[in-house]
């Protein structure tokens, strides 16, 4: 069991030991990394940019089609008011001359009678 305990020490300081004489040499590569993530990060948060604001246009753009057919529901909803009111009206312009109709009808009767 001693001899074990002291592989995996040995076999820890040989891993410490290995990690430490490579971290100097990469340490110098790093900034020019840091300045090509920065401008791919750059380039990848412009092209996100482009791609909300043509979404954005193409969204408004749908918005105002269902505006305009909207309005021009509502447009021909209201000429067929205008339709139903003006028949409603003719109607009852027909109803009232009915009645006047009848009524000088009655007025005759009246006079025959007397």
């Known amino acids: 069991m001693n001899k074990l305990l002291i592989a995996l020490i040995a076999g820890a300081f040989a891993v410490v030991a290995s990690a430490q004489t490579t971290a100097p040499a990469a340490a110098p590569a790093a900034p020019a990394m840091k300045a090509e993530v920065k401008k791919d990060e750059a380039k990848a948060e412009k ?11 193409a969204e408004a753009k749908m918005h105002k089609k269902v505006a305009k057919a909207d309005m021009k529901k509502e447009g021909a909803k209201a000429d067929m008011k205008m339709e139903t009111a003006k028949q409603d009206a003719k109607k009852d312009e027909a109803k009232a001359d009915m009645k006047k109709e009848v009524a000088k009808a009655d007025a005759k009767k009246d006079q025959a009678k007397k």
Not at 47 to 57: G, I, P
């Open 47 to 57: 092209a996100e940019a482009k791609a909300d604001v043509k979404k954005a246009k």
